[in-house]
């Protein structure tokens, strides 16, 4: 169980202490940060950025890299298997249904789909072990919910492509079949996590308009990325990005916004 939702408690935790955050900063960045209390943390963390902002720029990203869980070569992201995860067991067992996604179980992991589909399991996971992360739950439905509901709108006015940044798991592509002639889906991650995805979307049959394209966001542009695709620069598309953020630096994030504009 560690292993599994580690990517999950490693990044949303709320209960992993304030001072161990802080002492980790300061490791990171060579930056003395007070842990004694809360109010001293923050005046510490301002002291820093009054005095010396160009070094606490330039050791924030050192600090964020640090933080971030890495994907093992030649696996999927496991963040992206336990959000697919929890849109299968919203799907399945909650009411009312914010965001509808028949396919988040065949794509998640073997082990999230068993946790998922048995009852002892899926409670102790998700009502014990996972029972302060019911927040970041619903802004997972909620993210996907709304991106959609815009995006219906923009095809409506005439857009044909979309742009799914960050892609994981999702599942668009197959859930709107009634689409394929219509809307260009060009899905844009790891390759790794791509790999796994393509062979289990192949049990259920590969959309026509469904488009992979591979990128690593520290190495490349959104924009670089897509020449290798079928991808009309001269045509309107709609992008959504609802995750991979907090594993970037700041540069590859700004960067990222820039190819998108």
Not at 171 to 183: H, M, N, T
Not at 232 to 248: C, H, I, K, Q, V
Request: glycine fraction near 4%; charged fraction near 25%.
């Amino acid at each position: 169980f560690r292993t599994l939702l580690s990517p999950v408690t490693h990044e949303f935790s709320r209960k992993r202490p304030i001072h161990a955050r802080l002492i980790e900063f300061s490791r990171v960045t060579g930056h003395n940060v007070p842990t004694d209390s809360w109010p001293g943390n923050a005046r510490g963390i301002l002291d820093i950025a009054r005095n010396s902002p160009t070094s606490l720029s330039a050791n924030a990203t050192s600090y964020r890299a640090s933080r971030e869980y890495p994907m093992k070569k030649g696996r999927p992201s496991r963040t992206a298997e336990a959000a697919a995860a929890m849109r299968a067991r919203h799907f399945m067992y909650e009411s009312p249904v914010i965001f509808k996604d028949p396919f988040a179980l065949d794509l998640t992991s073997p082990a999230w789909r068993r946790i998922v589909v048995t009852r002892p399991l899926r409670w102790f996971v998700f009502e014990r072990l996972l029972r302060g992360l019911r927040r970041v739950g619903a802004q997972i439905l909620v993210r996907s919910r709304y991106a959609e509901d815009v995006l219906e709108q923009s095809i409506a006015a005439g857009t044909s492509q979309y742009v799914i940044v960050g892609a994981g798991f999702d599942s668009f592509a197959l859930r709107r079949r009634d689409l394929e002639s219509k809307v260009r889906v060009f899905e844009l991650d790891h390759s790794d996590t791509q790999q796994i995805k393509r062979e289990r979307i192949g049990r259920l049959g590969l959309p026509r308009n469904l488009e992979f394209v591979s990128v690593n966001f520290e190495q490349e542009s959104v924009a670089n990325a897509l020449t290798r695709s079928t991808f009309d620069r001269e045509s309107p598309a709609f992008f959504s990005w609802l995750g991979t953020t907090m594993y970037l630096s700041n540069s590859a994030t700004r960067q990222t916004l820039e190819a998108i504009s």
